[in-house]
């Protein structure tokens, strides 16, 4: 096998680790035709980063501050765009992403897309395989942890239909915003401390983004309305008035989490008191 065949073929382990990881975690069965869609139009969002380059090439500036202002703008900014571009196209107009986990997935997916290409890249650039290595330890990880800042956003837009109830709750299009500036800026700090020789600071940046991600991953898993789940209690949402299960903390129908506290058996839809079993059915609960 060519080194060109070889750097293909090795270009997507990393990617395809990752991306088995993140599917592992979905409360609900695997979708192929969305994942393999937001994988590559999240590999094609690479050539919106390289068509930027060609047309408006910035210089990094020589000062500290200056620099980092560059990567968080510039190379985080950008390229954080690029890949919720491709979630945008790929993923968003489908009748099977509705919810905060639908978010995640993809950006996740086109993430891993992007990373691959990137992979690939480095690999031709260096023409040495072997920085595959620190790349699918780090840096592969790091741009689904990124990602998935604002791909929960883009969840719960999707979810809440847009509303935001006076108390804040809901997601709009400003929070989506939002959280896609705080993806490119943990991005652009992260390259910044790479660059700078700092690797102390970068793996403290990305030991922030990790655990980010994985209060994220569980938070669309807990609110997502298609999760398996043995629980048999359920609250009542003032705002929509829709049930959900005890341990959710939106609601799947409406995205608010302004709950009743009294908990509901699924099945006779009494109150129910501590224990493992309804007081009046006598239904297990858990």
């Given at each position: 096998m060519n080194f060109l065949a070889q750097a293909f073929v090795l270009s997507w382990l990393p990617g395809l680790f990752w991306l088995a990881y993140v599917e592992s975690r979905s409360p609900q069965p695997l979708i192929w035709s969305r994942l393999v869609l937001t994988?590559?139009?999240?590999?094609?969002s690479v050539f919106g980063v390289q068509l930027f380059h060609?047309?408006?090439?910035p210089?990094?500036?020589?000062?500290?501050?200056?620099?980092?202002?560059?990567?968080?703008?510039?190379?985080?900014?950008?390229?954080?765009?690029?890949?919720?571009?491709?979630?945008?196209?790929?993923?968003?107009?489908?009748?099977?992403?509705?919810?905060?986990?639908?978010?995640?997935?993809?950006a996740s997916a086109a993430a891993l897309g992007?990373?691959?290409?990137?992979?690939f890249h480095y690999v031709m650039n260096y023409q040495d395989a072997g920085v595959l290595l620190s790349r699918s330890l780090s840096a592969t990880f790091a741009h689904v942890a990124m990602s998935g800042i604002?791909?929960?956003?883009?969840?719960?837009?999707?979810?809440?239909?847009?509303?935001?109830?006076?108390?804040?709750?809901?997601a709009g299009w400003g929070t989506v915003l939002e959280a896609l500036v705080w993806a490119a800026i943990f991005h652009?700090?992260?390259?910044?401390?790479?660059?700078?020789?700092?690797?102390?600071?970068?793996?403290?940046?990305?030991?922030?983004?990790?655990?980010?991600?994985?209060?994220?991953?569980?938070?669309?898993?807990?609110?997502?309305?298609?999760?398996?789940?043995?629980?048999?209690?359920?609250?009542?949402?003032?705002?929509?008035h829709g049930l959900g299960r005890s341990e959710y903390r939106y609601c799947p129908q409406c995205g608010e989490q302004d709950w009743d506290e009294k908990r509901l058996c699924l099945a006779c839809l009494k109150e129910c008191a501590e224990g493992d079993r309804c007081s009046h059915c006598q239904r297990l609960l858990v």
């Open positions: 994988f590559l139009a999240g590999g094609l060609m047309v408006y090439d210089v990094q500036p020589e000062s500290l501050l200056g620099s980092l202002v560059f990567f968080c703008v510039i190379v985080g900014g950008l390229e954080e765009s690029c890949k919720m571009l491709a979630v945008l196209v790929a993923g968003w107009p489908r009748r099977d992403f509705r919810e905060a986990w639908d978010g995640v997935g993809c992007f990373a691959t290409a990137e992979n604002w791909g929960f956003a883009l969840g719960l837009r999707k979810q809440s239909g847009g509303r935001v109830s006076p108390q804040g709750r809901g652009g700090l992260y390259d910044w401390c790479l660059t700078q020789g700092w690797p102390w600071a970068a793996l403290l940046v990305f030991g922030g983004l990790v655990i980010i991600f994985r209060q994220r991953l569980q938070e669309s898993y807990f609110t997502s309305s298609r999760r398996q789940t043995s629980s048999q209690l359920v609250r009542e949402c003032r705002a929509c």
